[in-house]
């Protein structure tokens, strides 16, 4: 015979189940997952420009006053060829980067398109950058300035250009100058004449 009292507590634990579970399934009904939304998942910056993404935008330099390079992507879900042109928010334009349908095309790094900054600041700030297209108008946004201190970045810190070196002139050196000076000819020595 099965008592009443447990037959009880098990309605009463399925119903708290139950509950609860409605409870929690509410909390996606009403709040977006987040995972499931766009973000950029790295250091740098993300726009959406119709058709083309940009993705983790950032700068590299060496600290401030020295030049930095534009690193990330940019990719085109279109079916038209596009081009996206980078200015600055004094309207200088800084690049103008074709991309074809379907494709991404790579920023910085030793394969991608070469964006580069003569002084964008200091490594922990931001500069403001207009992304625009011809279909879809403009975006702006602000690209973080990292240096080369996490690893990942250190083989993308732009380096200066080395400058033409005068040519060295050789310095003989000691021996050098004892083998190449002339030996000293024996000089005549006067042979006494009888007289």
Avoid: H, K, W
Avoid at 5 to 11: A, L, Q
Avoid at 92 to 101: D, K, M, S, T
Avoid at 132 to 140: K, Q
């Amino acid at each position: 015979m099965v008592r009443v009292s447990s037959v009880r507590r098990r309605f009463a634990l399925a119903g708290v189940v139950a509950l609860v579970s409605a409870g929690l399934a509410g909390c996606s009904a009403t709040n977006a997952i987040t995972t499931q939304l766009d973000y950029a998942p790295s250091d740098g910056v993300r726009a959406t420009l119709g058709d083309v993404t940009a993705q983790n935008l950032l700068i590299i330099t060496a600290g401030e006053g020295e030049e930095g390079a534009l690193q990330g992507a940019f990719t085109n879900a279109g079916r038209d060829d596009l081009t996206v042109t980078l200015t600055t928010e004094d309207d200088v334009e800084l690049a103008a980067v074709p991309v074809a349908a379907g494709s991404t095309v790579l920023l910085g790094g030793s394969t991608g398109e070469i964006v580069t900054f003569a002084s964008p600041g200091a490594p922990g700030a931001a500069v403001p950058l207009s992304l625009s297209t011809g279909a879809a108008g403009a975006e702006s946004v602000f690209v973080p300035i990292l240096d080369g201190t996490l690893p990942e970045y250190a083989d993308l810190v732009p380096t200066a250009s080395p400058s033409p070196s005068a040519t060295p002139t050789a310095t003989p050196t000691a021996e050098a100058e004892a083998t190449e000076t002339p030996s000293a000819e024996p000089t005549p020595t006067a042979t006494p004449t009888a007289g």
